[in-house]
């Protein structure tokens, strides 16, 4: 027998073996490659909070035609408030949470949900898995809600910011039949206004409509606001400014002077062909007119 050719045919065998037991492995492992949605979708939503902004984190289990509260989610019983790890809500700034202080930073959102009454927990621990390593000496506090009957079920598990404006808004919890929701307030007028007085004070150019619109909109200074929105005027008899200025000054209770800001903020959006400031002018002039 050639001692060389059982050598080569060892080789041989042994690259088969070899490339066999790698075939097997890729198949015990072909798991591994599959793309799976995941059983609860995640969402991240960034919500501005007049000039900060919140950001909030959290998993969307489906109802599938299960009983949700009550059923999968226990009521009296501390839920994580989603799916996977505990909803997570970060701030930029400081907010009163249903009375509550707030500071910056980043929160998990825990619930017990019963019958008649919700208890609602922001926890200084915002990572664990589930409620299942809850503590309440984790709490920075806790409130209770009256829960909302829906007429329509929410199939999707959904939270969410509603009625948002300058310096409040709404949280919302909504799955099945429930709702719960509870107030935010974030109170910036002192950063606003130390902001625009730092700005008014220096030698560049300055934000005289975006001024005059901060203090008309939030009940300050109307006479600064005049004096503002009339510079704006100055530099510019573009239709939305005109707008503006008729609107301020009627509120000052210059209505000969809102009359004549509006007719030539309708004569300068007619020839600009904006149909949207003819409109709005013409509202103004109607009503500084009665």
Do not use: C
């Amino acid at each position: 027998m050639n001692p060389f050719i059982n050598l080569n045919t060892m080789k041989k065998s042994i690259i088969v073996a070899a490339l066999a037991v790698a075939t097997i492995f890729s198949a015990n492992n072909a798991d591994a490659q599959i793309k799976m949605p995941p059983a609860s979708s995640g969402q991240t939503i960034t919500q501005g909070l007049g000039i900060s902004k919140a950001t909030l984190t959290y998993n969307r289990p489906n109802m599938n035609g299960r009983k949700i509260f009550g059923g999968l989610v226990p009521l009296g019983e501390v839920w994580r408030t989603g799916a996977n790890t505990v909803s997570a809500l970060t701030t930029e700034t400081s907010l009163q949470i249903a009375g509550h202080e707030l500071p910056a930073g980043t929160y998990g959102i825990l619930t017990i949900p019963g019958e008649n009454e919700w208890t609602v927990i922001f926890s200084n621990n915002s990572k664990q898995w589930g409620a299942y390593s809850y503590k309440q000496e984790e709490d920075v506090f806790r409130f209770t809600v009256n829960p909302e009957r829906l007429n329509q079920p929410v199939e999707t598990f959904t939270m969410g910011f509603a009625n948002v404006g300058p310096e409040s808004a709404v949280f919302e919890i909504l799955w099945e039949n429930t709702k719960v929701s509870f107030p935010i307030a974030y109170n910036q007028s002192k950063e606003i206004l130390a902001s625009i007085d730092e700005v008014m004070a220096g030698t560049g150019n300055k934000p005289y409509m975006a001024a005059a619109q901060y203090y008309y909109n939030n009940g300050h200074d109307i006479n600064k606001a005049v004096s503002w929105i009339n510079e704006a005027a100055k530099a510019s008899e573009a239709p939305h400014i005109l707008y503006w200025q008729a609107r301020i000054l009627l509120k000052s209770g210059d209505k000969a002077g809102a009359v004549a800001a509006a007719q030539k903020g309708v004569e300068a959006a007619t020839k600009a062909n904006n149909s949207e400031y003819i409109n709005l002018n013409s509202q103004v002039l109607a009503e500084a007119q009665r």
